[in-house]
């Protein structure tokens, strides 16, 4: 009598919790081990910057305008070798992520 009002209390049967609770259990700390790992993971491959100056805190530039040529093209997709201006990398980063982007280009007015 006593164990039937407490499957009736609770829906579950004291023998089905000590199955239910530690599967629960297992299902919440794999869910947070495999969360941990996968946004260690992406969190690696979501940077930016994959190779560019690695070794300083900020990646900055500064150019005086006099020394600029008649038209510069600068790198907005962190992939050139000649960064911070555009060699062209984008264009395959761009055709390998669905991405869009592109140089931002100065043009001395004359
Ligand atoms: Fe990066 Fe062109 S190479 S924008």
């Not at 050139?80 to 931002?104: I, M, Q, R, W």
Request: with cysteine; net charge positive.
């Amino acid at each position: 009598m006593a164990e039937a009002e407490k499957m009736e209390s609770s829906g579950l049967s004291l023998k089905s919790r000590w199955i239910v609770f530690p599967l629960t259990f297992g299902v919440i700390i794999s869910g947070y081990f495999l969360y941990r790992i996968i946004r260690s993971k992406i969190g690696k491959n979501g940077r930016v910057n994959k190779v560019i100056k690695k070794d300083v805190a900020q990646v900055v530039d500064s150019f005086d305008i006099e020394d600029l040529g008649d038209k510069t093209a600068f790198c907005r997709c962190w992939r050139s070798d000649k960064f911070p201006y555009c060699d062209g990398a984008h264009v395959k980063h761009n055709l390998e992520t669905g991405d869009n982007v592109g140089p931002l280009i100065l043009t001395k007015l004359l």
